[in-house]
């Protein structure tokens, strides 16, 4: 989402807007890395930036140190999920390799995750397979 604005703000472009030659376009989303490349900042996203993103029946949110992941059984080809078709919370500055699942322990930054998820899902029209 970060290349879009990247390549842009170093060509010295601007984004069209909503359309391009009379047709609609999506807004760019992300912010560009210039001026991080360019060493004028140590960082690219805000503490509570969120990102959301799906693939393959996998889906995750992350909001600074918090992660929400959903790794199905029914994709175990993939990665090495967890044995049940479940979300995993995960504080990634003491957890990296997300080992310690604290949805139980943080009940209310699960609920906080998921609405975010749920929110990030509406925006962009998520469609998940039919197991999911």
Known sequence: MDITPTLLDFAGVSHPGDTYN?????????SSLKPFLNGE??????????VGWELFGQKAIRQGDWKLLWLSSKTKWLVQPADSDEWGLYNLSIDPGETNDLSVQEPET????????QEYADKNSVILPSWH
Do not use: A, C, D
């Open 41 to 50: 900042t140590t960082v690219v996203h805000e503490k509570n930036h969120v």
């Open 110 to 117: 699960f609920e906080k995750m998921l609405t975010l998820w």
């Open 22 to 30: 009379g047709r609609s376009i999506h807004p760019v989303e992300g």
